[in-house]
């Protein structure tokens, strides 16, 4: 008689998919920006990319052949090559991006663990330090206390060429302005659809907002991100920009663009892939909301009104700061839970039982 010993998960069922699940997701929902690399012959970028990918692999083979003695995970690798990739401008060196990326890497590895024992965010910290060793491939982006004082500043800088305004942005705002906005009463400008599609930014991660924000809805659809962290994020740091960016520059309370700190600056891609990386969220709703709000303060410091070349990578690595102490306050009231003397009445009914 034949015996059946296979096993099966059933009747458990997950909350949430698993790691691997979560990445594949997450590594489709980026595919369109790798597509529109090509479309736009942004090859120099794509060959970043690769270089990060490959220099992601060989970290985490020698960590796992050498330190960790553990299986390499190759679908986080592959996700961390292609974020990092996509948030470094074309102009720098291929092999330095290699080398900077490897040995960052495996640094942060070696010294404070692996996939969800570390605290460090491998994409961010590999940013920060490309930023620090070669600031001059990064770009500047200048904008003066005039437009930055200015209701609308993007829109400013759609008329005046800063970003480009497609042929057929003309159609689809004059269809979306007849067929809905009009029904509500308002309408908008020609030249967000375009700051939406490509704003041909030098770096690739601040370019495809559309494309960042479709991903977004099918990374909550299948539950590969909760809402706690992106969403206290960027309300933070839109309502901060609102309020109080326009005053710097000598405007008034309430004036800021959030559509300029939103759509470039790669705000959104952060938001909802780099943040919340494994290893670095806090576990509980509250230390989530907290951790979101934290960084979303220290974007409006560092990154500003938008623009920024780097600024939302130093946010994140200042936000893994916060999550590290989030995480103890978590510990501590977790371990003063368990450790909680048990009511005798309770105690005796149990025994009883």
Not at 123 to 135: D, K, P, R
Not at 285 to 308: P, Q
Request: aromatic letters at 14%.
């Amino acid at each position: 008689m034949r015996k059946n010993n296979a096993l099966t998960l059933r009747p458990f069922h997950y909350v949430t998919p698993s790691i691997s699940t979560m990445t594949i997701i997450m590594l489709c929902v980026l595919c369109p920006h790798i597509v529109m690399l090509f479309v736009t012959s942004s090859f120099q970028s794509l060959l970043i990319i690769l270089s990060c990918v490959l220099s992601s692999f060989a970290a985490e083979a020698i960590d796992a052949l050498l330190i960790r003695k553990r299986a390499l995970n190759i679908l986080v690798t592959l996700l961390q090559g292609v974020l990092t990739g996509l948030f470094l401008p074309p102009a720098y060196p291929v092999v330095t991006v290699f080398l900077l990326m490897f040995i960052t890497l495996f640094i942060v590895k070696y010294s404070f663990g692996g996939i969800a024992g570390s605290w460090v965010n491998p994409v961010a910290i590999s940013i920060v330090m490309a930023y620090f060793i070669g600031a001059i491939w990064f770009p500047t982006y200048i904008i003066s206390p005039m437009t930055l004082q200015a209701h609308n500043a993007s829109l400013i800088m759609l008329k005046d060429g800063v970003f480009p305004i497609y042929s057929f942005d003309t159609v689809i705002t004059g269809f979306l302005n007849n067929n809905v906005f009009a029904k509500l009463g308002t309408n908008i400008p020609e030249g967000y659809i375009s700051l939406l599609w490509d704003n041909s930014a030098f770096i690739p991660a601040f370019r495809f907002n559309l494309f960042t924000l479709i991903g977004s809805l099918v990374l909550f659809a299948t539950r590969s991100l909760s809402w706690e962290m992106p969403t206290s994020f960027l309300v933070t740091y839109s309502f901060l920009v609102w309020l109080l960016c326009p005053v710097f520059a000598g405007g008034s309370l309430g004036n800021g663009d959030i559509i300029l700190a939103l759509f470039t600056s790669g705000t959104l891609i952060t938001a909802f892939f780099v943040l919340p990386w494994y290893g670095t969220v806090p576990m509980t709703v509250m230390g989530k909301l907290c951790y979101g709000i934290s960084t979303g303060v220290a974007a409006f410091f560092i990154a500003g009104y938008g623009l920024s070349a780097a600024g939302a990578m130093f946010s994140v690595f200042c936000g893994n700061i916060f999550s590290l102490l989030i995480q103890m306050i978590e510990n501590y009231y977790r371990e003063k839970q368990l450790n909680r003397p048990v009511h005798p009445k309770t105690h005796h009914v149990q025994e009883h039982n």
